[in-house]
């Protein structure tokens, strides 16, 4: 479930980049694919930190030289799989909510790999001011979050550990820099976001963390792509698989300049870009999906069809590349 997901309208002026990035290593190199794409668009967001140090870093330029490479940001994991789905990207990254939310009205899109999520990568937060304390104090109160996203999962979840149910709060669907701005006014009496936006708003002093996802079950990102992608030319795909793992190499042994690309890139404060690079598993390959991540994802689906959030529920096998 769950699912580093700030649209320009989402930049937070109280944060101050201060790095540059460094791009002058580039491990990623060329090689043939069996079937040439003419060009590949990519779907990213401030989630996606390997897709962004990739984007900086020119390594999909650079591992296809003869590519058209395009990159298309966008505000949520719903809103990147919409434009899959719709063929206006070949692929994206999302955390898992999304995917499941996606297939159950769906959306035609393709497992291309999966990642562990970040440590504590979701969080509910309210004001420092706010007296609550804890999940079980949510009751009847409005919580903002966005629809379909992994966070709407996460709040699900953490909803359960307390022994309250959907019908115990108030959703207000919003996008995280809606959320935020109503956060801060007293619109709404708590926020289930993921990073950036917890890092960022815990930071800033305004906030405080009453539930993170260090309590919830196992999560993942994932890489979608479309069908045809996929199926027409899985050379390709493993390409793509291999550009992702030699960006996540480069994280690793980067993490200064890594946080400085992260910093420029999205408009947040360095500090808040090492505190979530800081939360990246190290090593955090990307592979094809198992089946213990399909089981996750049935899982979801399960959860949320139970509690009457999904209408469909999905079989997530049907969706799965097995990388070869």
């Known amino acids: 479930m769950k699912s580093i997901y700030f649209t320009a309208a989402i930049s937070i002026s109280l944060f101050a980049i201060t790095g540059c990035a460094k791009t002058e290593e580039q491990p990623v190199k060329s090689t043939a ?15 996606a930190l390997k897709l962004i140090v990739a984007k900086q870093n020119r390594m999909f ?36 909510g999304s995917v499941v939310t996606a297939l159950s009205e769906g959306k035609q899109l393709k497992y291309l790999g999966f990642e562990q999520a970040f440590n ?9 001011s706010n007296p609550v304390q804890n999940v079980n104090e949510l009751k009847g109160k409005r919580i903002g979050l966005n629809k379909g996203s992994s966070a709407h999962i996460f709040l699900a979840e953490a909803l359960k550990t307390a022994n309250l149910t959907w019908t115990d709060i108030q959703p207000v669907w919003l ?8 956060l801060t006014k007293g619109k709404i009496d708590a926020w289930a976001v993921w990073e950036p936006y917890t890092s960022a708003t815990e930071l800033s002093g305004m906030a405080k963390v009453i539930f993170d996802s260090g309590n919830s079950n196992k999560s993942y990102g994932f890489y979608l ?6 199926n027409n030319d899985p050379e390709s795909a493993k390409k793509i698989l291999n550009v992702l793992n030699q960006t996540d190499k480069w994280i690793d042994s980067h993490q200064q ?28 390959p990307v592979a094809p999906v198992t089946a213990e991540v399909v089981k996750s994802q049935q899982d979801i689906s399960n ?6 959030i999904l209408k469909n529920n999905i079989e997530p096998q049907k969706y799965v590349w097995d990388g070869k």
């Open 33 to 47: 694919t069996s079937k040439q794409i003419q060009s590949l668009t990519i779907g990213y967001q401030k989630s």
């Open 61 to 96: 330029e650079q591992a296809f030289p003869n590519v058209k490479v395009e990159w298309k940001e966008f505000a949520t994991g719903p809103q990147t799989l919409e434009a899959l789905s719709a063929k206006s990207i070949d692929f994206g990254y999302t955390l898992d």
């Open 120 to 128: 504590k990568d979701h969080a509910i937060l309210v004001l420092r």
């Open 175 to 182: 996008e995280p820099a809606e959320a935020r701005t109503a």
């Open 225 to 230: 792509a479309q069908p045809e992608l996929i």
């Open 257 to 284: 300049e890594a946080s400085e690309i992260l910093s420029k890139n999205i408009t947040i404060n360095l500090n808040v870009a090492a505190q979530v690079i800081g939360k990246k598993p190290m090593p955090n």
């Open 303 to 308: 959860f949320l069809v139970e509690w009457k």
